[in-house]
């Protein structure tokens, strides 16, 4: 996967976190595979031993720093020739209040069978985040910090995360 540089936070042996460079969304992160690998099962086991903190620390770093009300984490796997990658979602309590005032996203509902627990769920508010954040030519308007200045506190904090979970990072690996 190539890396921007205005998008780049950190980096690990195995991993690179970076802001989706189509994103408007303020936060929302790409975990990439240093290696080749197209699947889980594929990737070296250092890489795989640093996954599950990476994914912690991430989502620990979008609620604290961030005050990310949700983060979701998937993996999708499309595009040919692209890294096994993750997508790191932050959902604001603002984006949440823009999904319910758009009627558009009303029509989810015909789909469900049987009452949730709450009104919205993951897939939805992720389809809203892709469509209205990542795909329109003019995304909503922001409320709080930008994508750049977002991307700054994340070049800051993240790698202070990492050293407190034991995991080297770019600086450690003498880069």
Request: aromatic content about 10%; some cysteine.
């Amino acid at each position: 996967m190539a890396l921007d540089s205005q998008s780049f936070i950190a980096e690990t042996s195995g991993w690179t976190i970076s802001h989706r460079v189509s994103s408007a969304l303020p936060g929302y992160l790409i975990l990439g595979a240093k290696s080749s690998a197209t699947d889980l099962s594929d990737l070296p086991e250092g890489a795989l031993h640093e996954l599950g903190p990476l994914l912690a620390l991430t989502q620990t770093a979008l609620r604290r720093e961030l005050g990310a009300q949700r983060v979701y984490i998937g993996r999708y796997g499309h595009i040919r020739g692209l890294a096994f990658h993750f997508h790191i979602i932050p959902i604001y309590d603002w984006v949440e209040d823009l999904f319910w005032q758009d009627a558009r996203y009303r029509a989810l509902r015909q789909f469900a069978e049987r009452e949730g627990e709450t009104e919205t769920d993951g897939a939805e508010l992720t389809f809203f985040v892709w469509r209205e954040f990542c795909e329109r030519q003019h995304p909503p308007p922001i409320k709080g910090p930008t994508v750049s200045s977002v991307v700054e506190v994340l070049r800051r904090t993240v790698p202070q995360h990492l050293s407190a979970a034991g995991i080297s990072h770019l600086q450690d690996l003498g880069s």
